[in-house]
């Protein structure tokens, strides 16, 4: 199996989300430089020299320079982060390759593919989506495989997200450390278990915001947070909006337009330690 080497010089070029249509298919074209594929939702299908591919959420797929690929199936609605970039490749037998197709936690790297998008169509110095580009490589060959115990953490706090968890229960129920599991998770997803605890209760929140007509109090608390003012602090930190807003937005519009200026502190300040 071939994969992109590490220790050699990767140049990034360009970036984007991309979202496809009910029955849209991959175009077909013979690209000049290799493209990353993390798709989050849905699944993508191609071929690539005549070989059919599924990609599906919480898979990645690399595409070789030179390589045909062709369109002939639709995809099942799939949305993802492409990337474009020049890379060399080599024998994954070798040491610090990263394969051209596996498998990524999409809670985890969402934040990253979100800040990947941003920077990739924003007006600053091309060296900082090249870092995020350097960051995602490095998280997916460092990251967890289906099945290890990173995984399993990380599907436990989405799984119970709404329950009072914390640091030390989450380590006392693996049997490991509470420094372990910091390593683990730094490792796997490049954040700390309270970090992506919040992010999968923020996530829950605005599900339940779209898809249920329950009060924004009540969806707080269904996400276990103890108090409103936090919930309504970390919600507009990500959003740059309150609850009820991001939910009239998501309503009348079908989707939440991208927010560039910067957050500013508001009313609701008040601090929740959350889980240690």
Not at 101 to 120: H, V, Y
């Amino acid at each position: 199996m071939k994969g992109i080497a590490l220790d050699c010089p990767i140049r990034y070029l360009h970036a984007s989300l991309r979202f496809f249509s009910e029955g849209e298919k991959h175009i077909d074209r013979i690209i000049g430089e290799d493209v990353l594929l993390l798709v989050f939702d849905g699944c993508l299908r191609f071929s690539e020299d005549g070989v059919p591919f599924e990609v599906r959420a919480g898979e990645y797929y690399i595409q070789h320079a030179g390589g045909r690929q062709r369109g002939e199936v639709p995809s099942d609605s799939p949305r993802y982060l492409y990337v474009h970039f020049c890379g060399e490749w080599a024998d994954v037998s070798l040491p610090h390759v990263l394969p051209h197709r596996g498998r990524f936690s999409c809670d985890g790297m969402m934040p990253l593919i979100e800040e990947t998008d941003r920077l990739a169509h924003g007006d600053g110095p091309k060296v900082e989506p090249t870092a995020a580009l350097y960051r995602i490589l490095t998280r997916l060959f460092r990251g967890s495989e289906p099945g290890s115990e990173a995984e399993k953490i990380l599907h436990y706090i989405t799984e119970h997200c709404s329950e009072p968890l914390s640091l030390s229960g989450i380590a006392d129920r693996f049997h490991f450390s509470k420094n372990y599991v910091i390593r683990l998770l730094n490792d796997a997803c490049g954040m700390t278990p309270i970090r992506f605890l919040n992010l999968a209760r923020l996530k829950r929140a605005e599900y339940l915001l779209e898809v249920t007509s329950l009060t924004v109090g009540e969806i707080a608390e269904q996400c276990g947070y103890r108090h409103y003012s936090h919930f309504y602090r970390q919600f507009y930190q990500k959003n740059r909006r309150s609850p009820a807003e991001w939910r009239k937005n998501r309503r009348c519009n079908g989707s939440i337009p991208r927010i560039t200026e910067p957050y500013k502190e508001n009313r609701y300040a008040n601090h929740d330690p959350g889980i240690r």
